[in-house]
């Protein structure tokens, strides 16, 4: 019988949505032993279908008090729930794991500006990191942040950093170069930086 897991991908926009998505085709390729599932938002459902054997669509945006009833409902029957935010059902009975890319939203002065949102990263935060089973987080730093500010136990804590598709490969530098310059007119060195453009990516 296979293992079943259910990845709460409702939110496939930005870099939590890269990282959703990478997840769930990785472990479709090669989560050997394991039925996928997926819940989603209805604009999202046609294209998980590719890799879960079933995609159920569930309205309940993020950040809500909705989501924290409709949530466990949806996945009650689900072997091992994985939500790739900190965002997680708190009435799930179920195992439970989280990915907890960084504590910005508590760690950061700009979002201190608006307390309510502050308030709610603290108090889901706090409430999150108790009620998972383990958590997944992309750094060493984050998860020296996640031990030291939530109170968890390192051993809860594993450090996955983030892949690199294949795509992304070395290729000659003269070449490389050459395409660059005569694409952007770019005769010197420079400096690509592929982040946001905010204060706390550094």
């Known amino acids: 019988m296979k293992s079943q897991i259910v990845i709460d991908a409702r939110w496939l ?3 939590i949505g890269t990282y959703t998505l990478h997840v769930l085709e990785g472990l479709s390729k090669n989560g050997n032993g394991i039925e996928l599932h997926a819940i989603t938002q209805e604009q999202h459902s046609a294209a998980l279908k590719q890799w879960c054997a079933r995609v159920t669509v569930v309205n309940a945006p993020i950040y809500t008090l909705r989501e924290q009833w409709v949530i466990p409902r949806a996945v009650k029957e689900c072997g091992l729930l994985h939500v790739p935010h900190y965002n997680a059902p708190l009435l799930h009975r179920g195992r439970l794991v ?3 890319h960084d504590l910005i939203h508590i760690t950061d002065p700009v979002y201190r500006r608006s307390f309510k949102g502050w308030g709610y990263a603290r108090l889901v935060l706090n409430l999150a ?3 998972a089973d383990h958590i997944i987080t992309v750094s060493e730093y984050s998860k020296a942040q ?6 968890v136990p390192a051993s809860k804590v594993s450090t996955i950093h983030n892949g690199v598709n294949a795509e992304f ?6 070449l490389a170069f050459k395409a660059i310059s005569a694409a952007l007119g770019v005769r010197e060195c420079y400096l690509l930086y592929v982040g946001g453009l905010r204060r706390y990516k550094n």
């Open 169 to 174: 490969a070395p290729m000659d530098r003269e």
């Open 146 to 151: 996640i031990v030291e500010r939530l109170g």
């Open 13 to 15: 926009v930005g870099g």
């Open 129 to 131: 990191a108790r009620k």
């Open 98 to 100: 989280i990915t907890i």
